[in-house]
């Protein structure tokens, strides 16, 4: 039986079918239409695998683009599609910490993929992948080679908690002399400060999984881990989590309809 997970976010959208517990992905820049950029996701998977929509039993869309897919069973929230794809992909995980390019989450779980309680910041775009590459582009740097620029530099405090004044302040630290490695260090304390700050007010992890593209992120990783007290741990799929748990979601609705649809 075959289920579809599709997690249109700002940045990327991420598409997963799942069949019995087996599952393939593709992911794609989302760009400046998100109903297009999951229509081709779903083509893409779909003909990758040689299957029709009608073999499909359901697809749960997610991800800040649901509302403009038209060809899903059912839109699911994010922090409920995360909670459900962590636990797939990190058993017993009980804390997840997402950040995207467009917002920044942490949710509590109760170690079996449902939400207890959650924090979320889509208001501001520090502590967020855009924030990440904001500052890459003033350093002239791409947001992949920020945690290779960083290796082992001690960081400069960045007092800025604002994207626009955090990024006048970098370009003024350089004028200053001061060398990338530490400048961007820096950047990276500040995230996981903010998302630990945002962690605290929940409570505390045990086994916390961190997901979203920022997770691709070496350095962001470490400040993180450091911040929170506890190891946030990446899997090669954290960035396909939600669309995971999408996917996870459409397969229990499948089963509930007996596999009549969903
Ligand atoms: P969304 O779901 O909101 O579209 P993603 O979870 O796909 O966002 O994350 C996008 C963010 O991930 C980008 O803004 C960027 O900061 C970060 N990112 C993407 N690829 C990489 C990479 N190779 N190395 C470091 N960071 C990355």
């Not at 920044?104 to 979320?120: E, H, P």
Request: hydrophobic content about 40%; aromatic content about 4%.
């Amino acid at each position: 039986m075959f289920t579809v997970g599709i997690d249109v976010g700002s940045s990327t959208t991420k598409a997963v079918l799942m069949n019995g517990s087996d599952w393939r992905c593709v992911i794609r820049p989302t760009g400046c239409s998100p109903r297009q950029a999951g229509s081709e996701a779903l083509e893409e998977l779909l003909g990758q695998a040689g299957l029709k929509r009608e073999d499909v039993k359901c697809v749960v869309g997610t991800g800040y683009g649901r509302i403009s897919l038209p060809f899903i069973d059912k839109a699911v929230t994010e922090i409920t599609c995360h909670a459900r794809g962590a636990h797939h992909l990190l058993q017993g995980t009980d804390m997840v910490v997402d950040i995207g390019g467009q917002d920044s989450k942490v949710i509590l779980t109760d170690g079996r993929g449902n939400v207890v309680n959650f924090a979320m910041n889509d208001k501001c775009a520090a502590g967020t992948g855009r924030f990440l590459e904001v500052i890459a582009a003033a350093l002239g740097a791409d947001v992949s080679e920020l945690a290779d620029l960083a290796r082992g530099a001690e960081p400069v405090q960045i007092s800025s908690m604002c994207t626009v004044f955090a990024e006048s302040e970098v370009i003024s630290l350089l004028a200053q002399g001061v060398e990338k490695g530490k400048i961007i260090a820096g950047i990276h304390r500040s995230v996981a400060l903010r998302i630990a700050a945002m962690a605290e007010r929940l409570g505390k992890g045990e086994l916390i999984l961190f997901t979203g593209g920022v997770a691709k992120n070496e350095g962001v990783r470490e400040y993180l881990s450091r911040e929170l007290g506890r190891k946030a741990v990446v899997t090669p799929e954290s960035q396909l989590a939600g669309a995971l748990g999408a996917a996870l979601l459409a397969r229990e609705r499948a089963w509930l309809s007996r596999g009549r649809g969903c």
